[in-house]
């Protein structure tokens, strides 16, 4: 029973990162559109610039953390305005190409900048882990858990309950008419960017201690993310939160019972069989597709 | 208020608006009419600076209205509904008419973002405007509900209710009655007849619908083929010669 | 070894730098192909039958009378760039022979490549050594997948092959005539580790959690050839992140020894997956666990007290006079390389190679050198002891296991 009870706590922390990146997805899919496949590249980006500021420039962790998170708004915006932005209009396809290419080229680039050997981001949170009976929970996955419910409350409250989350949900559900009523589609197209690059980037920074930080290092939690995303039904805040959890969880009971080698197997054999039943997905009420 | 001045507007050859000039004047209601095709919906995507004409002036308590984009139109006090319903189909009721207050600081969206207690203000301003055009419309039993699963003449009647919503000076009205039943545009044309006191704005009302029409207008403008071909009070509407023959000729 | 690596930087193909050691001219180049009258052939049509090694001595490709060429193809870019460090290595070898006057008169040059850890990059790199560089030999590739990809390059060309920076049993399970292993097998790797768990360390229950690929489960193979059992075995796939399921089994199953045989980037999510459930089991790592650039990776107390396989000792060990003689070479030749575990790799690739050229008697040709390599016997080089045999290729067939003590492998005090 030990084992079962380790295995769903285990599961959450990990779950807790992908439910971010299922987030950030969501987020930016919801205004723009695009499902942001370089998600993993410009998460480890992020991570890496954190390094960059706490492990080579020395800065306090205050400052390292305000420089990676305003590092990742501004890199989130770049994107969009320098990449996506001028394939808004086009093809699903062409937007696939496009985000894939960034995933590529921004990896290169980071590999370039800091090569491919593993490096090491300190723990946020210090200290031997929690016991909970038999069980034990790593401080930092209890802090990742943490960070990332009130993240998804605080996001959910500024959709629901400011004019700026109206606008951007305004956005999401028609950008034309958006537009017509006035409201800066493109500066809320520029900010989703802006807060998803920055809430993968902040899962990046969290993960990365605990495996090692390198410019590919998000490509697997990224697919899990977004496994989430998908499962949670692409487009739901909620859904992303509790896709990610489930994920987290699920993949490491099927780890720990049936085999660690299909692990990933077994997800999206889950998944498949989620939306087999739930097209939409668990929260889903939009189907993804185009006109 | 508006004036339209020499207004030419043409598509690739195709006359849609033909030297047109008509004045909207402060808190009445003026209608323009005309055929199916006589390039009324035209001229409304021309005051709302979608369509920009080849000749002429459009200005608006003085201002020139074609140096504005469309998404600054609403700033200077022109609202519009749309023929074909444009709401937001994902967003309940409620929320869209909030949508059509904010125009009002929508350069605040971020600071306000950072000032909490002002946020809840005008959060809460917001929802009491909204659910003053809701009483109003007589659709508050519906403020909650996903504007995607409304029927056609509810949806209309939201459409309505967001443009209201924004306090214009001058409200464009795209067909607020097609595609509703009998009942409901009887009960349109009284609210309608409402609007300019109860929300101290101008309308301008694209129908053809000639009942409703010229039951709620103080003033009306025909047009057919892009050109005016008549203008007056509904009563000497009625008897032109030129407006029978041209509805009459659409018709038979 | 480290070809686990590939499925991760498959993509990298661009910004192919050449790392040359000393500059091949071209006239000496169109005059090997001129010789051999086959400039057509040789240069750069695709279509070539290439030079086999029964051609005239005069010909030997790479053979001058003043000279002879090595290639080396290692990544010094992409994802295991430290692995290019072996070229230093090399280059510090034959600087240290060519200052003792080079072998039989003939000073020793190397061109070596960069293949980035891909192994379409590798076959492209060794095809160019062979067909216009005409080395004589390849002194050192690195990885399972690359050195794979490039054998029926070498094949064709019957190019001696010393040193192969990977220990898969599928270098040593077949004998190929002109390919020489330096590393010990992983098996034999494995077989070490199992029986140090079992029998130095006396542990009761064992752990293996193991790459689920031919590297990782020769090691495995080995291990349990040791008469070693594991009480729990766990596969996993190269790009999994998240292992704290399969930590949360192996303590759930009560080990008190876990071996890991995995490549540098999993190893360190497996340790910090064992601190955080508070889980300090004896480790034990293959020798490719544990490149240093990870020991950083990994909270140092996680590492501390851990074992590891290792065939290069400690090179702390100065009293050892091959370590030494490699620590003042490095020094000497290659000041801005540091002496690292990776430079020790093809320092001894070099040694074996060039004990193979001392062996040789007559005109110096492939063949003869291949013949020459056969007869090396209780060769010393940095890793240990050497014996070829024509029907014996696999290289060093001694490992060792070294503690980890505060960021130095040293013998262990127990």
Same mark, same amino acid.
């Given at each position: 029973m030990t084992l079962f009870f380790q295995l769903i706590v285990s599961g959450l922390g990990f779950g807790a990162v992908y439910a971010l990146g299922a987030i950030s997805l969501t987020v930016i899919f919801n205004t723009s559109n695009v499902v942001n496949f370089a998600s993993a590249s410009l998460s480890s980006a992020v991570a890496l610039l954190m390094w960059l500021a706490l492990v080579r420039l020395h800065l306090s962790v205050v400052l390292a953390w305000l420089f990676a998170l305003v590092a990742a708004m501004v890199i989130g915006a770049v994107v969009e305005a320098a990449f996506l932005r001028r394939v808004e209009r086009s093809s699903l396809i062409v937007q696939i190409v496009m985000t894939l290419g960034l995933l590529v080229a921004i990896e290169g680039l980071d590999g370039a900048l800091y090569g491919f050997n593993p490096k090491t981001l300190p723990h946020v949170i210090h200290g031997p882990s929690i016991a909970i009976g038999s069980v034990f929970l790593d401080r930092n996955d209890a802090f990742i858990l943490g960070l990332t419910l009130v993240l998804t409350l605080v996001l959910y409250l500024v959709y629901q309950r400011t004019r700026l989350g109206l606008a951007l949900r305004a956005v999401a559900s028609d950008r034309d008419v958006a537009s017509l009523m006035g409201i800066q589609t493109q500066r809320m197209v520029s900010l989703s960017w802006a807060i998803g690059v920055l809430l993968a980037g902040v899962s990046a920074i969290l993960i990365a201690p605990s495996i090692s930080l390198t410019p590919t290092f998000m490509e697997n939690v990224a697919v899990f993310a977004f496994a989430a995303a998908v499962l949670g039904g692409f487009g739901s805040l909620p859904g992303a939160l509790v896709g990610g959890l489930l994920i987290g969880v699920m993949s490491n009971l099927i780890s720990g019972y049936l085999s660690n080698n299909l692990q990933l197997t077994f997800v999206f054999l889950m998944i498949l069989l989620v939306l087999y039943i739930r097209p939409n997905g668990l929260f889903g009420k939009r189907v993804m597709s185009r006109q | 208020m508006l004036e339209l001045d020499g207004v030419s507007l043409s598509f690739g050859g195709v006359r849609a608006v033909n030297n047109l000039s008509f004045e909207i004047p402060d808190g009445q209601i003026t209608a323009l009419i005309g055929p199916n095709g006589a390039g009324k919906t035209s001229i409304l995507n021309v005051i709302s600076r979608f369509y920009t004409p080849q000749h002429g002036r459009v200005t608006f308590d003085g201002k020139d209205l074609l140096q504005l984009p469309p998404s600054e139109i609403i700033d200077v006090g022109i609202a519009r509904s749309f023929q074909n319903v444009a709401l937001f189909k994902d967003l309940s009721v409620v929320d869209n008419l909030k949508i059509g207050t904010d125009h009002r600081s929508s350069a605040g969206l971020f600071s306000n973002m950072f000032r909490l207690p002002r946020a809840v203000k005008h959060e809460r301003d917001a929802r009491r405007e909204a659910e003053e055009v809701l009483e109003f419309l007589d659709i508050e039993a519906i403020a909650e509900r996903r504007s995607g699963t409304l029927s056609y003449g509810h949806q209309k009647l939201v459409d309505l209710g967001r443009a209201l919503v924004s306090r214009p000076k001058l409200l464009l009205l795209d067909e607020p009655a097609a595609g509703t039943s009998e009942g409901l545009k009887a009960w349109l044309a009284t609210k309608i007849k409402e609007i300019p006191e109860r929300f101290g704005c101008a309308v301008l009302l694209i129908d053809h619908d000639m009942l409703l029409v010229l039951g709620v207008s103080q003033k009306v403008v025909v047009v057919d083929f892009g050109s005016k071909i008549a203008q007056g009070t509904p009563d000497e509407i009625r008897q032109d010669r030129r407006v029978i023959a041209a509805y009459l000729g659409e018709e038979s | 070894m480290l070809g686990e690596f590939e499925n991760l930087d498959?993509?990298?193909?661009? #910004?192919r730098s050449r790392w040359r050691g000393h500059n091949v001219k071209w006239p000496k180049v169109v005059l090997a192909c001129s010789t051999l009258g086959l400039v057509a052939a040789a240069c750069g049509s695709s279509s070539s039958t290439g030079t086999t090694a029964t051609t005239a001595a005069a010909a030997t490709p790479g053979v001058t009378a003043n000279s002879i060429l090595f290639g080396e193809t290692t990544p010094k870019s992409g994802p295991a760039a430290l692995y290019g460090q072996q070229q230093a290595g090399i280059q510090a070898y034959f600087d240290t022979i060519n200052a003792q006057g080079g072998v039989g008169g003939r000073k020793l040059k190397l061109i070596a490549l960069d293949d980035q850890y891909s192994p379409p990059v590798a076959l492209q790199d060794t095809k160019t050594l062979i067909e216009q560089d005409h080395v004589f030999a390849i002194v050192q590739t690195n990885g399972t997948a690359t050195t794979e990809a490039n054998m029926p390059i070498y094949q064709q060309f019957g190019v001696p092959v010393v040193g192969a920076g990977t220990g898969a049993a599928f270098f040593y399970d077949t004998l190929r005539p002109f390919f020489f292993n330096v590393w010990p097998a992983y098996t034999v790797e494995g077989k070490k580790l199992g029986e140090f768990a079992t029998q130095t360390l006396k542990l009761n229950k064992i752990g293996v959690i193991y790459q689920n690929d031919d590297f990782g489960k020769s090691l495995y193979q080995g291990f349990q050839s040791s008469g070693a059992t594991a009480a729990v075995s766990i596969p996993y796939d190269?790009?999994?992140? #998240?292992?704290s399921s399969a930590v949360a089994q192996l303590k759930s199953a009560g080990v008190d020894g876990v071996v890991i045989f995995a490549i540098p980037g999993p190893a360190i999510s497996i340790m910090n997956a064992m601190a955080a459930i508070n889980f300090h089991p004896k480790l034990l790592l293959s020798q490719?666990?544990?490149?240093?650039?990870?020991y950083s990776a990994v909270n140092s107390s996680e590492i501390n007290g851990s074992y590891i396989s290792a065939f290069i000792p400690p090179l702390t060990d100065s009293t050892n006079p091959q370590v030494a003689t490699f620590l003042s070479a490095m020094k000497q030749y290659q000041p801005s390389t540091p002496a690292s575990v990776f430079a020790a790799w093809g320092w001894e690739a070099a040694q074996t190679a060039v004990a193979g050229l001392k062996a040789v008697h007559g005109p110096l040709t492939r063949a003869s050198y291949i013949a020459a390599l056969n007869t090396l016997t209780n060769l010393q080089i940095l890793g240990g002891t050497i014996s070829y045999s024509p029907t014996d290729h696999a290289g060093l067939k001694n490992v060792t296991v070294l503690e980890n003590i505060n960021g130095h492998r040293v013998r262990p005090t127990a």
């Open positions: - | - | 498959f993509r990298r193909g661009s #910004d190269p790009t999994q992140t #998240d292992f490719v666990s544990v490149a240093p650039s990870s």
